[in-house]
């Protein structure tokens, strides 16, 4: 009579923490990145000298149900789910401890740092590379005086993520005539137009260079070529002379007399050269002209250099050639700030690059959301996103900075992770090391993983409990009063 009342009362027990797990799981239907949990029972045996009896059941195991909860788009910038089996890092910065989630709704917290719904630092990889290149060798953020936009350009790849801002002042108020005749003279419609073309071209490198990213790097080259007049010093000059040259199907003429000083002729046909948009024209002073085309990689037809009915001679100092990979882009801004500088304008170009690290183990930082103490630009104004791969951008006005990288980590065995409170996990020895899971995830941006519970599973689950639960415990009101009732006929 005894062994039946406590064989009714280990049902009761075990049916109650069902219950209480599958109403934990009903509780957590909507919490981001919760995994359900599962219970399991036993059978109690215990020994006689000639047979076994049934003793009861006991709970065998409570674990978690580590799969895949369903994405749900929220158009929230901070929040991101992971597609895979991979956890976001988090460190309690009070305690110094890490723990790891799936849950993806971070915010900017009071310090400026990436945090989780917890006031847990998001860790993942910070900005690492800022390069600046500037007229003023002496900024080091990227200004706002420079009021004409020029790009900002996000390029992501296998490799690596990086932005690309670049902005310039006005270079149609400062452009004036470059007048010193021989020596690269130019107009100054001519300047600007030069400028023109150079920022239509860089921002054609950069459009090249967002599909071909990940390219060795290697400069372009600019096509530079001297030609040497041997008659214009000789004194054995004509009459009437002419300094012949045909630029892209273009002849270009400069006529003088033996009276006249033919180093001043030789400049002022350097300097009709040098009106040509993108090309400019040198001379030595010993009878040699050096024309150079501005735009590295552009090439310049020119035929029959002559004096009267002598060809010059020809030195090719360089060919034009195109680059790759980031040489292309730094050619072509490199020539763009030099047009500015002629132009009397300021330039400046901010590149934020953040590599993609594919080994196991990495080491993984807070990430700072403030563009202040990045040192980006001087105020706060700025709308923080995270986008594709993981990467962390802030937008101002057109301009958008990459500032950092979400990481997600793998464990050997989940299920022997600690579970502390309902969306973070603690790494155990039994679980193993976290490792590096770039590889085996997508960062998916704009949403959440919500909870991997079937509601309508879950309530089946409890209904089937609860009435186990209440058979269970009629069964023991019942055995409990034929207890009391034999304790009576005893008496």
Do not use: C, W
């Amino acid at each position: 009579m005894i062994s039946s009342l406590y064989n009714g009362m280990s049902g009761i027990m075990a049916h109650e923490k069902a219950i209480n797990v599958e109403a934990n799981n009903s509780a957590n239907v909507n919490t981001a990145g919760y995994k359900s949990s599962q219970i399991s029972f036993q059978d109690l045996i215990y020994n006689s000298t000639s047979y076994e009896k049934g003793h009861g059941v006991s709970e065998d195991l409570i674990s978690k149900k580590f799969i895949q909860g369903t994405i749900t788009d929220t158009g929230n910038n901070f929040d991101v789910a992971i597609e895979g089996d991979g956890y976001f890092p988090v460190r309690d910065k009070r305690k110094n401890e890490i723990f790891y989630t799936r849950s993806g709704d971070f915010f900017k917290g009071g310090d400026g740092t990436l945090q989780n719904t917890n006031g847990m630092q998001v860790l993942g990889t910070p900005m690492e590379q800022k390069e600046i290149v500037s007229t003023d060798a002496k900024l080091t953020t990227f200004q706002r005086g420079y009021d004409k936009f020029i790009t900002s350009t996000t390029i992501t790849n296998k490799e690596f993520l990086q932005t690309i801002n670049a902005s310039t002042t006005d270079f149609r108020k400062t452009a004036k005539d470059i007048s010193v005749s021989g020596k690269g003279f130019k107009p100054r419609n001519v300047v600007i137009q030069d400028v023109v073309n150079h920022l239509a071209d860089y921002r054609a490198k950069i459009e090249l260079y967002r599909g071909h990213s990940t390219e060795p790097y290697k400069k372009s080259t600019n096509q530079k070529t001297k030609y040497t007049f041997s008659s214009l010093n000789s004194g054995d000059l004509a009459r009437k002379n002419t300094l012949r040259i045909i630029v892209n199907n273009e002849e270009i003429l400069q006529k003088f007399t033996k009276d006249d000083d033919p180093q001043v002729a030789l400049n002022t046909f350097a300097d009709k050269i040098s009106r040509k948009t993108g090309m400019r024209a040198v001379t030595d002073g010993k009878g040699s002209l050096t024309i150079e085309t501005l735009i590295p990689g552009d090439v310049n037809f020119i035929t029959y250099p002559s004096l009267n009915d002598d060809n010059a001679a020809e030195t090719i100092i360089s060919k034009a050639s195109l680059g790759s990979g980031q040489g292309l882009l730094d050619s072509s801004r490199d020539a763009l700030k030099k047009a500015l500088e002629l132009a009397g304008a300021k330039f400046m170009e901010l590149r934020n690059t953040i590599k993609i690290n594919t080994k196991e183990n990495i080491k993984l930082n807070e990430i700072q959301l403030s563009p202040v103490k990045l040192n980006l630009y001087d105020d706060e104004v700025g709308v923080i996103s995270v986008e594709k791969a993981g990467g962390i951008y802030v937008k101002n006005g057109k301009n958008k900075f990459l500032i950092g990288k979400l990481e997600t980590t793998f464990f050997r065995d989940d299920n022997e992770l600690e579970l502390v409170g309902e969306t973070l996990f603690k790494e155990t020895p039994s679980s193993g090391k976290p490792r590096n899971a770039i590889l085996r995830d997508k960062i998916l941006p704009h949403s959440l993983e919500k909870s991997n519970v079937e509601l309508s599973n879950t309530l089946v689950s409890l209904m089937t409990y609860q009435r186990a639960f209440e058979a269970n415990s009629k069964s023991i009101t019942t055995s409990d009063e034929m207890l009391k009732t034999a304790i009576n006929l005893r008496k």
